[in-house]
């Protein structure tokens, strides 16, 4: 739930420009930011309308991020982790309990969206991989995640842990 006490305007701005920071250096997100993302200052002034409308209540964002993300060619599960990585060390170097807590949990949250949103997209195009019940290892690099068979059916369904 929004709360307007749980971090300040400017708490959410350091954390949107300190994790875009690092995802923009970041070897696998850089270049896929760097050829999507044409205007930076744009781009940051809105993920800090939705982090404020997400963590605050500000209600600044309107917008509807999964379908820009779903036209994404090429994307993969390990993607998803090295974002909620380099996304839990930002909010960790914060120094801020209480907004690392909850932006964690919606940025956990958001990922799993955007992902499923994703493959329902490019279903023809991949097996399916469920990663609703599972937990993000912070200290696990994203390139050594292991995907492990979670049951046959009739498509492939694995199970990712985040």
């Not at 930076?40 to 993920?47: E, F, G, V």
């Not at 090295?82 to 958001?110: C, M, N």
């Not at 493959?119 to 050594?144: G, K, N, Y």
């Amino acid at each position: 739930m929004p709360n307007p006490e749980l971090c300040t305007e400017a708490d959410v701005t350091l954390l949107v420009h300190s994790f875009y920071d690092r995802v923009r250096e970041d070897a696998a997100l850089g270049p896929i930011f760097a050829a999507h993302v044409k205007n930076w200052d744009h781009h940051l002034a809105t993920m800090v309308d939705f982090w404020s409308s997400a963590l605050r209540g500000t209600a600044r964002y309107r917008g509807a991020p999964l379908p820009k993300h779903a036209a994404l060619p090429g994307l993969h599960i390990e993607l998803f982790h090295q974002w909620l990585s380099l996304f839990r060390q930002t909010t960790q170097s914060l120094g801020h309990a209480g907004l690392q807590a909850r932006a964690d949990e919606l940025a956990h949250s958001i990922a799993g969206s955007l992902w499923y949103g994703y493959l329902q997209r490019h279903a023809a195009e991949r097996p399916v991989v469920d990663i609703a019940d599972v937990r993000m290892q912070a200290t696990r690099s994203a390139r050594s995640v292991p995907i492990v068979p979670q049951r046959p059916t009739a498509h492939v369904a694995k199970r990712v842990e985040l």
